[in-house]
């Protein structure tokens, strides 16, 4: 076996193996579920808007998925339901509406593919985003301060500039507002929602 | 090998019956000395920017206000920034300027068409190039080791598949019947990578599949670059320096082929490990923890043939730098490998899964083992390249230590750090809040920091020996190349001892 053609086959046979296996019959299997329609005839999931989307793109440029996973496991393995990050475990039909996937491999933070459900209030989101430690003392998430303006206030305070930033509230005369970017972000976050039922994903109570 | 010349033989140059062949190879090697020197001097250079990129990335992770206001050097970005420099722009540059003169010096031919080689370098750097700066300005795509933006890809997909015709080229014209098992490796991973590379380029970014079939394909692409390029490339070069150093053949030829392939038939399949518990088919995660538990079997081939050819043979360690670094990265090579088929057990992975444990077990492979791997056959082949000798001894051994522990710091941190992180998190009963679990794991990235300054450290002393290397005349320039080399070669080992 010294020949090129030996090694060039067994290069190709190798991965195409692998491929087919890993991707190819997946692809086959379930690369093209649908929604799924609930008793009461609406559609799960439901799809992303405009603004999550966009939302989506601010989650995967500024890199989110290295800190936070983004898929729940079943009840059982690795204390997923248990911390309270979703009822059941999500499940492949859980995503055909994102267009990117970011499953995750690191939870330096908690999973988010429920957190729209377990934190509904858009306010505690800006608040958190601009500086995670008026709301966890101890956390480690660095402040995204740069998806917020600080602005003069002339004439009527703007109605969504941030209130309760504690220390970190501007000085007087000045108010911290959300940029397209940041709003676009925390309508991505509260799209995230386990909070239907799918067959093949059983929820536990 | 067999008609190369051993470190012994050379002793006596005078009474050496090589002198020909010697004359032969050094005429090789001024034929790969330009592409060699542009790969290694591109990996040298991404080698100090990844460095700090991963500095500041690890320092944030414990100061998060350091630059906090800066988009571009937000966490996300710079830590992605860091892979993408060590592995595209570091491992790959190394791991081809490695693999071009072993393929020049195993097929016993002189370098043809060198050209291609530095167009695919230019295509090469400057994609890469782009491709750090999309990440840092905010396009990167998040798909883990697929983070360089798409209008960058296609220049780094050029430069690779350029890179595999002249491989293949080179391949034919060998002058020697024997084909050596480190050729296989390096043939091989040159024509994996760009069909790799470019069939996850088309179905994550170009034209992506629905769903998590993308993450199935992500996971077949990022862990293959580990198994299918990185490994055989870093295989390569031990299956190469070890024995070369050691004048002694390989344990057993047919071992290594037989490791060869059952590489190529498990790695494949290992990379869904990653995915364990998530929404992807079970059975596609069963296979993929069934051929990560197989992979233990060329492992422990290519450690019985790599350190049974070490036997008898350590006190060697004590005065070649080439072997000293070729000898930690099989080491290490044995070690993660089998920590990695662990890792795939379900009852284990339900812990070490989405930990810093994960984060250890990577900068084990790619730097104990390939990085290491990597410095090992430069000492070997820079002088080679240059006819003059390592300036500074002490210079090798700071990087030696420095690195040595630097990385066995990291590793132990990060491997506590991961395991107390996954305890706490299976069991959320044990802790009081999430923010306990940050609190216990925090000390551990300090330390974490800590190894990487020690890491930089060694590189800075690597990286001005290369200079003070490439700086240096040559030495008598009128003796027969290798001839004083050599002897050189053995002058300065022996001062060394």
Known sequence: MKSLPVIFLGVFFTLAFSWTGVVLIPQQQFGALERQEADDGTMHPAPLSGLATQGLQVYLDLGCVYCHSHQVRRPGFGGDTEWGWGDRQSVARDYINQPVMVLGTMRTGPDLKNVGDRIPDAGWHYTHLYDSRLSHPDSIMPPYRFLFEKRKITGEPHPRALSGLGDQAPPEGYEIVPTRRADALVAFLLSQRLNYDLEEAQREF | ?497
């Open chain 2, 1 to 497: 090998m067999s008609n190369s010349p051993s470190l012994t033989e050379s002793i006596r140059p005078g009474a050496d019956p090589h002198v020909a062949e010697r004359a032969r190879l050094g005429e090789i090697d001024e034929s790969v000395r330009l592409p060699v020197l542009v790969f290694t001097i591109a990996a040298l250079f991404w080698l100090m920017v990844g460095t700090l990129f991963g500095l500041l990335a690890s320092f944030k992770f414990h100061n998060y206000e350091f630059f906090a206001d800066a988009a571009w050097l937000s966490m996300g970005r710079i830590r992605t920034a860091h892979l993408n420099t060590v592995i595209y722009g570091w491992s790959t540059c190394a791991g081809i300027a490695v693999a071009l003169w072993l393929m020049c010096r195993l097929s016993r031919t002189r370098m043809r068409h060198a050209n291609i080689l530095i167009v695919a370098a230019i295509f090469w750097n400057v994609g890469l190039t782009v491709g750090i700066y999309g990440i840092l300005a905010g396009d990167m795509t998040s798909i883990e080791w697929l983070e360089i933006p798409g209008y960058a890809t296609p220049l780094l997909f050029i430069a690779y598949a350029c890179i595999g015709l002249w491989a293949i080229i080179t391949f034919r014209f060998r002058t020697n019947s024997h084909v050596y098992v480190s050729q296989w490796y390096i043939l091989a991973a040159l024509l994996w990578f760009p069909w790799l590379y470019g069939t996850a380029q088309i179905m994550l970014i170009f034209e992506p599949v629905r769903g998590t079939v993308q993450s199935l394909v992500n996971w077949w692409f990022a862990h293959n670059v580990l198994g299918l390029w990185f490994t055989p490339l870093g295989l390569a070069a031990v299956y190469y320096f070890i024995p070369k150093v050691l004048g002694k053949p390989i344990h057993s030829y047919y071992l290594s082929i037989l490791a060869f392939w059952t590489l190529a038939l498990f790695y494949n399949w290992a990379g869904v490990h990653h995915l364990i518990g998530g929404p992807v088919p079970a059975w596609v995660i069963s296979a993929g923890v069934v051929a990560s538990v197989m992979m233990v079997i060329p492992v422990l081939i290519t450690a019985l043939n790599h350190h049974v050819t070490m036997v008898g043979s350590f006190g060697m360690l004590k005065w070649s730098p080439v072997l000293r670094f070729s000898v930690f990265a099989a080491m290490s090579y044995t070690a993660v490998s089998l920590q990695g088929s662990m890792m795939a057990l379900r009852s284990v992975n339900e812990i070490t899964s989405f930990t810093h444990f994960t984060v250890g077990h990577s900068h084990w492979g790619m730097y104990a083992w390939f990085t290491m791997a990597m410095f090992g056959a430069l000492y070997y082949i820079m002088p080679r390249l240059l006819k003059r000798e390592w300036p500074s001894a002490t210079l090798i051994r700071v990087h030696f230590w420095a690195v040595a522990l630097g990385v066995g710091t990291y590793i132990v941190a990060l491997t506590i750090a991961g395991w107390i992180q996954g305890l706490y998190m299976t069991d959320p009963s044990r802790v009081d809040s999430f923010g306990d679990i940050t609190s216990f794991t925090l000390p551990w990235l300090v330390v974490r920091s800590i190894s990487g300054v020690m890491i930089l450290i060694g590189h800075v002393a690597f990286v001005i020996n290369v200079a003070l290397i490439l700086a240096a005349k040559p030495a008598k320039e009128s003796a027969p190349t290798l001839f004083s080399e050599t002897s050189d070669d053995l002058g300065k080992e022996a001062a060394r001892s």
